[in-house]
């Protein structure tokens, strides 16, 4: 759920196009992360994360009937349904923790999801881990400790919910790397969108409690929020190469911080702020070393496993 495909170098030419693109993106992204703290636990998470995706099956449907009709090519149907459950527990646990730690939390703890599919890349599509790789791992699980503090601090579920739900996004992300060689973008959006609103409707139902209309217009919202925030994350990989924008999405936590604070009374914690940093940083040279060496990999920029 990042670029759709490789990038000319003649369309990667407008660096702060790019910059702009991504800080737009990472605003729609926060807000998504707002809206659903703000719905708080009213709503069961799965009944939540139905009605939002719900809402994008609508949104996505006119392209659902033509792609069903032609036929998906032999094989595919496994990875999509694969891709379905992973992210149907993905958007659970994300939804679960959501409501119940700080914006700011889940923004840094969800930045560890490009980390999590470079070693799925390794385990899983047999690319290889360079010293470069390890070092931002490394890195990366320093930045991933400041932000819980364990032994420090008492991790709850909404903590490790959160770490649950990046690492299945990171696997729902290499679904979709082996996909898009059978698949366009757009049908593989589609797709996905289709089987976690169908993994997720018997969840809900067995949940469900009365919900308002208001409930359900915010959750369009977070629909539409999410789908404006991946346009744009996309037009941001078209207009300047990812080592150029990657170090943007360092103001989701910027931003998912002043919300927290000003929205939801929640007090700023540094180590949240210097965990993320550190993680950004890391990624951040992992895209840029890569770039040099003109080596294209499979690791999303973060933020590419967003709802």
Request: aromatic share 10%.
């Amino acid at each position: 759920m990042g670029p759709c495909g490789p990038m000319s170098e003649s369309s990667a030419n407008r660096p702060l196009a790019g910059v702009m693109w991504m800080a737009l993106a990472g605003l729609c992204f926060v807000a998504v992360t707002g809206v659903i703290r703000y719905l708080g636990t009213d709503l069961p998470s799965a009944q939540s994360a139905f009605l939002r995706f719900g809402w994008a099956f609508l949104f996505l449907m006119p392209t659902l009937v033509p792609l069903v009709r032609a036929g998906l090519p032999q094989g595919a149907w496994p990875m999509v349904a694969g891709r379905g459950i992973i992210h149907t527990m993905a958007v659970l646990l994300w939804f679960y923790a959501m409501a119940r730690i700080p914006v700011a939390e889940v923004t840094a703890i969800g930045f560890i999801n490009p980390i999590v599919v470079t070693l799925g890349a390794v385990l899983f599509l047999g690319e290889k881990l360079a010293f470069r790789r390890l070092t931002a791992i490394g890195f990366a699980v320093i930045g991933a400790l400041v932000v819980l503090r364990p032994g420090l601090r008492e991790i709850g579920s909404g903590q490790l919910a959160q770490v649950a739900a990046a690492i299945c996004f990171a696997g729902s992300y290499l679904f979709a790397k082996r996909l898009s060689d059978m698949l366009s973008a757009g049908a593989i959006v589609a797709l996905m969108s289709a089987t976690v609103t169908i993994g997720l409707l018997p969840l809900a139902l067995a949940v469900w409690v009365p919900v308002t209309w208001q409930q359900v217009a915010w959750l369009g919202l977070v629909a539409l929020f999410a789908t404006l925030g991946h346009y744009m994350m996309t037009r941001a990989f078209a207009a300047a190469p990812v080592s150029v924008s990657q170090p943007v999405v360092f103001l989701q936590l910027v931003w998912a911080t002043i919300l927290g604070v000003v929205a939801f009374d929640e007090p700023v914690d540094p180590y949240v702020l210097l965990g993320g940093g550190i993680i950004i940083a890391a990624i951040s040279y992992m895209a840029l070393r890569e770039a040099q060496l003109k080596h294209a990999g499979v690791t999303p920029a973060s933020g590419a496993g967003k709802l």
